[in-house]
């Protein structure tokens, strides 16, 4: 079985996300993330990695392992379910502020959450990612100290590659409260790192995430612009979605062109996504970890026009459930009905679907003597276990297929 003995073994085999932790742990001067050929974000070894740090970088990257919410955030009112995990509550929600609602993402679910906490002083600020201003099809990970920050970070839906955590340790020394929003994956390095730095319980003191279907490689957005005979340094605007939900796929150039796209003819089909390999594999993309997981609410998973913008929140822990209440109370977020979980399911079939198939996709990896996500707490082999054989055998013939391509 093929092990991970350097930063290569990572980046190499597909199982990077470009996070950034690597580079916040030891510093640009030995790691620097930098964008590949093929559109990814992925650490450079700039200046020999001792084992020491290695060994640190493997205890928390998010593809060396993955686990799932930490045993003492689960308690007697959590409720359960295979594909879910632990949550304690389901509802409909969205931003009571209009303009947050209408420039963000889905509802504003995350950015509301984040202006309470900024506003409530329970943090003095959020980490989170927002569009490079310089460079607006690219993102940055960036420090929102007040509303105005937050408002003007182009901080919605940033379907490309990011690396929400190459200021992580920069955040830790300073010293003061704050909150993380962010991926999956990401939320999953900042509980690693938990375990061996004890600073991150002590600042970091929310982390909320999105339900994530991956983001499409540089190369998509470039294609995009290309299509319209755009280049990047004539790029003014660059926006995903928002302005709307879902709102259109948006450009606008430094003489004042405007392209767009609407959500679902950007996306289409799965197979256009393109996805990094490490998505494929992805043990937890639905926030198992986290405070709370904001998703979008399309019956069947597409939207079929555009509306005001309706979150879902999964209120995994009890840290999250008393974040919602009081921003409810506030008057920061609004609570809609309470859903239940074959709503969330309906909501979100492409996930559904990879978390089933997800350990016959490690089984995929193994056989080609890959190295693949160590996983605890993730219940991916019980799913496994109640697939047809077929399914099981087509999902990891699938990965077999593409390995070759990583
Ligand atoms: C890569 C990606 C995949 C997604 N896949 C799904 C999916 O499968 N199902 C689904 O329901 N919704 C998905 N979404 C959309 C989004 O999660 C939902 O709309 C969610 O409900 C959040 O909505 P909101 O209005 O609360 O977010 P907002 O209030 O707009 O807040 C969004 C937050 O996400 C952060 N963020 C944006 N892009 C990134 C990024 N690339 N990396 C880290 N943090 C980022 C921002 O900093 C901001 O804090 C995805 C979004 C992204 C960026
Ligand atoms: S996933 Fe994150 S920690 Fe792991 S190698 Fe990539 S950038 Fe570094
Ligand atoms: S699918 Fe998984 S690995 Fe990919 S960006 Fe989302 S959480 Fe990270």
Redesign the pocket.
């Known amino acids: 079985m093929s092990e991970i003995n350097s930063l290569s073994d990572i980046t190499k085999n597909g199982l990077c996300i470009g996070c950034g932790i690597c580079e916040s742990i030891v510093g640009r001067e030995t790691i620097k993330i930098s964008m590949t050929k093929k559109g990814r974000l992925e650490p450079q070894e700039i200046s020999p990695l001792s084992n020491e740090n290695l060994n640190k970088i493997k205890k928390v990257c998010p593809g060396v392992l993955v686990e799932g919410l930490p045993k003492n955030e689960i308690n007697k009112n959590s409720k359960f379910d295979l594909i879910w995990g632990y949550y304690h509550s389901l509802f409909y929600s969205w931003?009571t502020d209009s303009k947050?609602r209408f420039q963000?993402?889905?509802?504003?679910?995350?950015?509301?959450l984040?202006l309470y906490l900024l506003e409530s002083k329970k943090v003095n600020f959020i980490l989170?990612?927002?569009t490079d201003p310089q460079k607006p099809m690219r993102?940055i990970s960036k420090y929102s100290h007040n509303k105005n920050e937050l408002l003007s970070s182009g901080?919605?839906?940033?379907?490309?590659p990011?690396s929400?955590l190459d200021k992580f340790h920069e955040a830790l020394d300073l010293n003061q409260p704050f909150a993380f929003?962010?991926?999956p994956c990401?939320i999953s390095a900042i509980r690693q790192l938990s375990k061996i730095d004890g600073r991150v319980n002590e600042s970091c003191k929310y982390l909320l995430t999105?339900?994530?279907?991956?983001?499409g490689e540089f190369t998509k957005s470039q294609d995009f612009i290309e299509s319209f005979n755009v280049k990047e340094e004539n790029l003014e605007i660059f926006r995903y979605r928002?302005n709307g939900n879902p709102g259109k796929m948006y450009i606008k150039t430094d003489t004042g062109e405007e392209y767009d796209k609407d959500y679902n003819s950007f996306w289409g089909e799965e197979s256009t996504w393109r996805v990094p390999f490490r998505c494929k594999i992805c043990p937890d993309?639905i926030g198992e970890s986290a405070d709370v997981a904001?998703?979008?609410t399309w019956p069947g998973g597409s939207p079929i026009g555009e509306d005001e913008?309706f979150?879902a929140a999964i209120v995994r822990t009890q840290r999250g459930l008393e974040l919602l209440n009081n921003a409810i109370d506030a008057g920061y977020i609004k609570k809609g009905n309470s859903l239940s979980i074959e709503e969330i399911s309906d909501?979100?079939p492409?996930?559904v679907k990879k978390k089933q198939a997800v350990f016959a996709r490690h089984q995929g990896m193994k056989k080609n003597n890959l190295p693949t996500i160590e996983t605890t707490g993730l219940r991916i082999k019980e799913l496994y276990d109640l697939n047809d054989k077929e399914f099981n055998i087509k999902e990891e013939e699938g990965i077999s297929k593409r390995v070759d391509k990583i």
């Open positions: 931003s947050i963000s993402s889905t509802g504003g679910l995350l950015n509301g984040s989170h990612t927002g993102s901080s919605c839906s940033r379907y490309g990011a929400p929003v962010g991926k990401d999105l339900v994530c279907g991956g983001f928002g993309a904001a998703l979008d913008g979150n909501f979100q492409h996930q």
